[in-house]
């Protein structure tokens, strides 16, 4: 006896009839513009809103607790230290926008 059966329209992992509709480029579109943002916009303001905090703040252990995965490599010894990352993730930043414009 053979155990599979036919699909019918009633089933739920059925291909809707108004599939031809379906715009993938659309999905991918926006996919894309949500991805850029995250990477672009926020981000950015994340590490700079995090490594231009005061030493004794970053080295917290409530604050590492929340945010230390972002600055784990980074050495707080000095200010300009932890600036430098800013300033090479603006570099990166603006290469973008060179290459792509």
Partial sequence: ???RRQLTEED???IPRDYGKFNGSFTSYWFAYINSVLAFVI???CYIFILTRKLDTLQQEEFV???GN???FVKL???W???WYVAFLGRRLTFVKVAFS
């Fill in 77 to 79: 010894d000095s200010k």
């Fill in 1 to 3: 006896m053979d155990a």
């Fill in 65 to 67: 607790k929340r945010w």
């Fill in 70 to 72: 972002l600055y784990h």
């Fill in 81 to 83: 230290r932890i600036l």
């Fill in 43 to 45: 981000l950015p303001l």
């Fill in 12 to 14: 739920p992992l059925v």
